[in-house]
């Protein structure tokens, strides 16, 4: 069965960091794009970095650049999003995919999700 799992998450202080795991199992992660996502309360789900398997290069959203970093770890088929200088505005439940081609910033282009891991930014 193929899933993805999310975790790292929990409450924050502004300006500090946190870093999130993706677990993929199922299936290995080596010949995919992983994509990092966030979903505020009421917003739409949005891109913010991703790691497209095409061409090696990870792409950031403008809001993130700079502070987040995406890295993988291929044997044990687990992604990783370290975010550092986190501001209150941050606060979202993170989510990451996979896709066997290239990134999307359009959650549509995803067909599969974790559940999801949540992280409030807050003094």
């Known amino acids: 069965q193929l899933q993805l799992v999310e975790s790292g998450g929990g409450l924050v202080q502004p300006g500090g960091s946190l870093t999130l795991s993706c677990a993929a199992s199922?299936?290995?992660?080596?010949?995919?794009?992983i994509a990092w996502f966030r979903q505020a309360p009421g917003k739409e789900r949005e891109g913010v970095a991703c790691?497209?398997?095409?061409?090696?290069?990870?792409y950031y959203a403008d809001s993130v650049k700079g502070r987040f970093t995406v890295s993988t770890d291929d044997a044990k088929s687990t992604a990783f999003l370290k975010m550092d200088s986190l501001p209150p505005d941050d606060t979202s439940v993170y989510y990451c995919?996979?896709?066997?081609?290239?990134?999307?910033?359009?959650?549509?282009?995803?067909?599969?999700w974790g559940q999801g891991t949540q992280v409030p930014v807050s003094s």
């Open positions: 995919s996979t896709h066997p081609l290239r990134c999307s910033w359009s959650r549509h282009a995803y067909h599969f």
């Open positions: 199922g299936y290995s992660l080596t010949y995919y794009s």
């Open positions: 790691f497209n398997t095409n061409d090696g290069m990870t």
